[in-house]
């Protein structure tokens, strides 16, 4: 079993929550090759290759485990190793398209298909089963995987306190006369040290970079009295994901900096103590975004407030305007209001899970602005 995976996160019965939602949808089957629904399922990280691994579970009958040969080893191995669930291992000689579709009952009018499955999958699955109509399986996996479990919650605490952890090195790390992309790799070293197994991004936006929420490491030289966003996020080893943004600048910050940054932090604040079981997405992104706006940087907010997160740095729920779908206890998802006025940015952010009366916040650093001398 891979480091940091227990059975209470993966836990024996969650394929059969997936047969169970998987039968109420009117699906016959849904078929998930490697990525976050297989994984989410069996705990199985698998490769995705061109050699098919796929989890079959029919809304009725026995799931199972397609996998090639040579990957039976790793998913012996994995937390799927002792689920219960049969792996069936293929050969190289054979089309694991037709054995799968030999052990499902025959006659299935609408099968799910994983979101991430690659097109060609899909369309060998489409010619293996004919008469079958394919429908993104995603839809099916999202009630089971939008409200996390205690175990859940516990791995998205490990995770912020991981990325807590890189949070309160960077000052170490940024200097004036360094680039971008020489602090970023320092960052994404303290990401792995600090103990998640990949780095999945790392943004050092200073001076006007600051102002792209997605700004790309670059070798722009970092200028005193510049303001840097530093937003980082990566993988734990039990699969589920961090990211937090916090704000420092390199000496006194520039004129304006302070007033709009003051602002920001007064909307990040509202925005999280929104967050309650009933509220909906939309009147948590309207908590901050209407105090950005009354400040009069309303045009200088231009995304979404936050995004759900887990087993994937992005999914549902996202906390938008015109989501009015209530939050329940054990969502979980970012509160990150920015300000980009153009020749600097900022944006505060923190992951929270919806909690029976309120919200927890999975990030504790300080929220305000860093100076690093």
């Known amino acids: 079993m891979e480091t940091g995976v227990t059975t209470e996160l993966y836990p024996r019965e969650r394929v059969g929550l997936v047969q169970e939602a998987t039968a109420k949808a009117g699906l016959g089957a849904v078929l998930l090759t490697p990525g976050p629904d297989l994984r989410y399922a069996t705990g199985y990280d698998a490769k995705q290759l061109e050699r098919l691994t796929c989890l079959a579970v029919p809304a009725e009958g026995e799931p199972f485990l397609i996998v090639p040969r040579l990957e ?61 109509e394919q429908v993104a399986a995603g839809s099916v996996l999202r009630e089971l995987r939008i409200r996390k479990s205690a175990a859940e919650v516990e791995a998205l605490r490990e995770a912020g306190a991981a990325i807590d952890r890189v949070h309160r090195r960077v000052p170490g790390f940024l200097k004036a006369g360094r680039t971008e992309r020489e602090v970023g790799r320092d960052i994404a070293d303290a990401i792995i040290a600090e103990g998640h197994a990949q780095v999945d991004f ?68 509202a925005s999280s103590e929104a967050v309650r079981p009933g509220a909906t997405p939309e009147e948590v992104d309207a908590a901050g975004r209407d105090i950005i706006a009354a400040a009069g ?77």
């Not at 049969?86 to 099968?111: C, I, N």
């Not at 600048?249 to 932090?265: D, K, R, S, T």
């Open 72 to 132: 039976l080893p790793a998913a012996q191995a994995s937390p799927a190793g002792s689920l219960g669930v049969e792996l069936v291992p293929w050969d190289e000689t054979e089309d694991p398209y037709a054995l799968t579709a030999a052990r499902l009952p025959a006659g299935l009018a609408e099968v799910g298909v994983a979101d991430r499955m690659w097109a060609v999958m899909a369309l060998r699955f489409r010619a293996a089963l004919p008469g079958a």
């Open 202 to 269: 790392v943004i050092v936006g200073s001076g006007p970079n600051g102002a792209n929420p997605h700004a790309e490491l670059s070798d722009r030289v970092i200028l005193p009295g510049e303001p840097v966003v530093v937003d980082i996020g990566g993988t734990m080893p039990s699969g589920y994901c961090s990211d937090s943004t916090r704000n420092f600048c390199v000496g006194e910050p520039p004129a304006g900096y302070l007033a709009y940054f003051a602002v920001l932090a007064e909307a990040q604040r």
């Open 297 to 373: 940087y309303g045009e200088h907010f231009f995304h979404r407030t936050g995004h759900g997160i887990g087993l994937e740095s992005h999914e549902d729920p996202y906390i938008v305007a015109g989501n009015r779908e209530p939050l329940e206890p054990g969502m979980a998802f970012s509160i990150e209001p920015g300000i980009y006025p153009g020749p600097h940015g900022a944006r505060i952010e923190d992951i929270v899970v919806c909690t029976e009366d309120g919200h927890e916040p999975m990030n504790v650093t300080e929220r305000g602005l860093v100076i690093v001398e």
